[in-house]
């Protein structure tokens, strides 16, 4: 009798250990997935795309430095080095590109590439003024549509579609202010049903 009360002990301690320990790696999957997905949007914000408008400046070279667009091909073209694929690259990362492209005409070229405007965002759908507006530093879903004039009354309260950097496809997300926008993306508000 003790035996099988011992056993039974063991088997149900054994099975909650179990349990706990599977509970912490689906937690830690969960985590570490739900950290992913944070991070990765993020990078949005600081990769080149065309429709951004950056500086170019070439330290000792006026005549080189100046204003450009990326086109939408994702390149920009400069004197000297021709054109230059930006897009999917950060700022500095453009910067040792277009140096690197420069060094057969200048000896050890210094560049910095800022960005003076990145590309809009857009908002569509139940919205007081559906349009292409400024990508801010801080920019979330409520300021967004605070941009657009807010919510019509036929508008979803607790939901938006969100296309990431205008690519891929439309994405449901909980309307929070808590939820950050990025350069080029397209928000719609969709309508209710009830």
Known sequence: MYFRATNRHLSFTFLTVALISLAGCIHDDEAASNAAAAVEPAAFAQRLDAGDQLRVTVFGEDRLTGSLTVESDGRITLPLAGPVEVAGLTPQEASKRIARQLEGNLVQPRITVSVTAWRPVYVAGEVER??????????????????????????SRDEILVQRAGRGPLVTMRQSPETPVYPGDLLKVPERFF
Do not use: F, V
Not at 131 to 153: D, E, H, I, V
């Open 130 to 155: 559906a349009g292409q507006y400024a990508w801010q530093p801080g920019l979330n879903l409520a300021s967004a549509l605070a941009l657009a004039g807010g919510a019509t009354r036929r508008a």
